[in-house]
Antibody, heavy 119, light 106 residues
Framework: EVQLVESGGGLVQPGRSLKLSCAASGFTFSNYYMAWVRQAPKKGLEWVATISTSGSRTYYPDSVKGRFTISRDNAKSSLYLQMNSLKSEDTATYYC????????????WGQGVMVTVSS | VQMTQSPSYLAASPGESVSISCKASKSISNNLAWYQEKPGKANKLLIHSGSTLQSGTPSRFSGSGSGTDFTLTIRSLESEDFAVYYCQQYNEYPLTFGSGTKLEIK
């Protein structure tokens, strides 16, 4: 059974950093692109980042480019999201998803982890 | 690519059929997915490639369309179908979602 479990969320002050993790199991992690998607309170879904199987290619929307970094450790079946220079508008539930890139939609999602950016 | 989803809210009774529209601001071929969101559960991929049911998706769900106009139809609603539905284009970056449709029991 595919499982994606996010961790690392919490309350952080504006301008500070936070790193999210996603532990994957139930599939061969190194064979799949992975992605992060977020949802602000009472809002819709927003794609945040995608990483290739080896980690050599990453993709971001303009809203987080230069501030967020997606990475992975295939040996640990883990996905990460380093978030720097956080803003109040980054407050959201962050979801880890399997796949989620051009021509292939995300087919499994985690249950999400909450990040609150506030002073 | 902007995704315009409508309606934002829909009330229906079990047994009825409903349709949700999703319009893309430019052609996305058939690179469109539909997701279901329910409280306390992971989001579920229902349909990809505009009309292909993901494994495990009940046959009462169907998707149609290509280019810019897409529709999700649910026939004979069951209690478990009352949820929020999102469309998403994955034809180009940035990947973008519709604003969601909340389907509630009438």
């Amino acid at each position: 059974e595919v499982q994606l479990v996010e961790s690392g969320g919490g309350l952080v002050q504006p301008g500070r950093s936070l790193k999210l993790s996603c532990a994957a199991s139930g599939f061969t992690f190194s064979n799949y692109y992975m992605a992060w998607v977020r949802q602000a309170p009472k809002k819709g879904l927003e794609w945040v980042a995608t990483i290739s199987t080896s980690g050599s290619r990453t993709y971001y929307p303009d809203s987080v480019k230069g501030r967020f970094t997606i990475s992975r450790d295939n040996a640990k079946s883990s996905l990460y999201l380093q978030m720097n220079s956080l803003k109040s508008e980054d407050t959201a539930t962050y979801y880890c998803a399997r796949r989620g890139f051009i021509t292939t939609p995300a087919d499994y999602w985690g249950q999400g982890v909450m990040v609150t950016v506030s002073s | 690519v902007q995704m315009t989803q409508s309606p934002s809210y829909l009330a229906a009774s079990p047994g009825e059929s409903v349709s949700i529209s999703c319009k893309a601001s430019k052609s996305i071929s058939n690179n469109l997915a539909w997701y279901q969101e329910k409280p306390g559960k992971a989001n579920k991929l229902l349909i990809h490639s505009g009309s292909t049911l993901q494994s495990g998706t009940p046959s009462r769900f169907s998707g149609s369309g290509s280019g810019t106009d897409f529709t999700l139809t649910i026939r004979s609603l069951e209690s478990e179908d009352f949820a929020v539905y999102y469309c998403q284009q994955y034809n180009e970056y940035p990947l973008t979602f519709g604003s969601g449709t909340k389907l509630e029991i009438k």
